[in-house]
């Protein structure tokens, strides 16, 4: 993977979160009876939100950039790629 590569995995996670996160969250409140602004979510659970049902993958190619490199990376290496993006340890509004 180059640094450009990984910079665009990161770029669109955050993009994806962006736009699924307010959801993820409403779902969650909803779930547990509580207010949105009293939920928050593990970043491993948001890592998982952005790298499911392909909304990564279909961003990165929306955008033409999805590379032959990205389709070899392991769940666990796409993990990796997005981990140091998503700084803080819980998610919430």
């Known amino acids: 993977m180059t640094e450009k590569e990984t910079h665009n995995i990161q770029i669109a ?3 994806v979160w962006d736009e699924i996160g307010w959801d993820c969250l ?3 409140a909803d ?18 939100a952005v790298l ?3 909304r990564l993958d279909t961003a990165l190619k929306n955008r033409k950039q999805w590379t032959p490199a ?10 990796n790629v997005l981990r140091p993006v998503f700084l ?4 919430g509004v």
Do not use: F
């Open 70 to 79: 990205m389709g070899l990376l392991s769940y666990e290496e796409w993990q």
């Open 88 to 91: 803080h340890s819980r998610y």
């Open 13 to 15: 996670g955050l993009n």
């Open 52 to 54: 499911d049902a392909d």
């Open 31 to 48: 779930e547990r009876r509580k207010s949105i602004d009293n939920v928050t979510m593990p970043r491993s659970h948001v890592l998982e």
């Open 26 to 28: 409403r779902c969650l």
